[in-house]
């Protein structure tokens, strides 16, 4: 079967550093996403990874192991406006997005 | 810019009517995607479709329906409206090897 699994919710404070974690069990892989998603809105793209590794992009990295079936979302000096979920997504055969539950990330001043 | 429209942000419907959601992109891309959201489940696809004419079904098609005749445009039909169809239903596309762009979403009552 196919499973993605992040935490439900996380807290942080504002200027701090934050991991999001995501584990995967998928019948296909090609590569996975993160998204973020502020509430009442789109999901926006954040980072896709395909080969293992780390990627950084600003304040946000996020890291691949395909081997372990696991990735990461690092967001550092954290902003009150990064509050919002965060949407782990494993992107399957023929662009076919599979997604997580989704982890609601607060920052607290 | 790339842009995916939604016809509605709310919508309020009764049980039993029909229900029309639809879906704009001008980014000229073969695939397109519908999910609904609810909270503690994510976002699960409904249907998909790889170009016109073509629809697959994605992980929870039951009490749904689509129609892709045109390019740019995909909707999704709700033949027959039931409470456990209140939900966020966000629109989606993509040329395949690049990332999903999501529509502004449309939240769905059924009362």
């Known amino acids: ?10 807290t942080a404070t504002e200027g701090a550093i934050v991991q999001i974690n995501c584990t995967y069990q998928t019948s296909g892989f090609n590569g996975l996403f993160w998204y973020q998603q502020h509430a009442g809105e789109a999901p926006t793209f954040l980072s896709y990874n395909v080969l293992d590794g780390l990627e950084e992009k600003g304040r946000f990295s996020s890291f691949l192991s395909r081997s372990k079936g696991y ?3 690092l967001l550092k000096e954290l902003q009150m406006k990064d509050s919002a979920s965060y949407l782990c997504a494993v992107h399957n055969q023929g662009g076919k997005l599979i997604f997580g539950q989704g982890t609601e990330l607060s920052v607290k001043p | 810019d790339v842009k995916v429209t939604q016809s509605s942000r709310y919508l309020v419907k009764r049980t039993g009517e029909k229900v029309f959601l639809e879906c704009v992109q001008d980014m000229d891309h073969e695939n397109m995607f519908w999910y609904r959201q609810d909270p503690g489940l ?5 249907y998909f479709s790889y170009d016109v004419k073509m629809k697959e079904k994605g992980d929870i098609p039951e009490g749904y329906s689509v129609s892709r005749e045109k390019k740019e445009r995909f909707s999704l039909i709700l033949e027959s409206a039931s409470t456990n169809q209140t939900s966020m239903y966000l629109c989606a596309s993509t040329s395949g090897t690049d990332t999903q762009y999501f529509g502004p979403g449309t939240r769905l009552t059924v009362l």
Request: aromatic residues 6%; glycine residues 12%.
């Open chain 1, 1 to 10: 079967g196919q499973n993605i699994d992040q935490p439900t919710e996380m």
């Open chain 2, 42 to 46: 994510g976002l699960r696809l409904i």
């Open chain 1, 71 to 73: 990735s990461y979302l």
